[in-house]
């Protein structure tokens, strides 16, 4: 597909099949991920894939009720996390600017994006979610102090078609000097 397509393929799903996602699909999402910019390139994110039942059980127990019923089916799902302190952060640990740690967020988002499209490329299909616990999360995958929780991404074959949400115009979200 081209990526035009691909970006207008691409929708949140909250209803999933039960459907197995293969690996090499979710090691490409990934890949795809990687590819993203970051700080300096400071490559600060990570990821921890739930896949089997128990996992899978331990990201639904840290998600918010309605994200929890939406996506019960999904049978992948991906914690994204920043390590911080990196981007946007001098050697010394002195912020390069006023947003610090913001930068590693950003390039969270980078990463998500690009992982998404991947994603819808191959028929997949996701919800960003940032209603969870992290506590829970941070337990049940062993993830660092020095790591922030950022979204938990659902993946799978869509069982729901809905409608794309309107989106706002050039106009509307852009001023040209």
């Given at each position: 597909?081209?990526?035009?397509?691909?970006?207008?393929?691409?929708?949140?799903?909250?209803?999933?099949?039960?459907?197995?996602?293969?690996?090499?699909?979710?090691?490409?999402?990934?890949?795809?991920?990687?590819?993203?910019?970051?700080?300096?390139?400071?490559?600060?994110?990570?990821?921890?894939?739930?896949?089997?039942?128990?996992?899978?059980?331990?990201?639904?127990?840290?998600?918010?009720?309605?994200?929890?019923?939406?996506?019960?089916?999904?049978?992948?799902?991906?914690?994204?996390?920043?390590?911080?302190?990196?981007?946007?952060?001098?050697?010394?640990?002195?912020?390069?600017?006023?947003?610090?740690?913001?930068?590693?967020?950003?390039?969270?988002?980078?990463?998500?994006?690009?992982l998404l499209l991947e994603a819808a490329d191959q028929?997949?299909?996701?919800?960003?979610?940032?209603?969870?616990?992290?506590?829970?999360?941070?337990?049940?995958?062993?993830?660092?102090?020095?790591?922030?929780?950022?979204?938990?991404?659902?993946?799978?074959?869509?069982?729901?078609?809905?409608?794309?949400?309107?989106?706002?115009?050039?106009?509307?979200?852009?001023?040209?000097?």
């Amino acid at each position: 597909m081209e990526l035009r397509e691909v970006m207008q393929k691409r929708k949140s799903i909250r209803q999933y099949l039960t459907t197995p996602v293969e690996e090499e699909k979710v090691k490409a999402m990934i890949e795809a991920a990687i590819l993203a910019p970051t700080w300096k390139n400071a490559q600060e994110i990570r990821y921890y894939v739930a896949v089997s039942e128990e996992k899978r059980q331990a990201v639904l127990d840290a998600l918010a009720e309605g994200n929890r019923k939406k996506t019960q089916n999904a049978p992948v799902f991906l914690i994204s996390a920043v390590i911080l302190n990196r981007a946007g952060f001098q050697k010394d640990g002195t912020a390069d600017n006023e947003l610090g740690n913001g930068w590693g967020y950003y390039d969270c988002g980078l990463h998500d994006m690009n992982l998404l499209l991947e994603a819808a490329d191959q028929g997949l299909s996701t919800l960003v979610m940032g209603l969870r616990d992290a506590d829970k999360l941070r337990e049940a995958f062993d993830i660092p102090k020095e790591e922030s929780i950022v979204s938990v991404i659902s993946v799978g074959y869509s069982d729901a078609d809905p409608d794309r949400p309107t989106r706002k115009s050039v106009e509307e979200i852009a001023k040209f000097f």
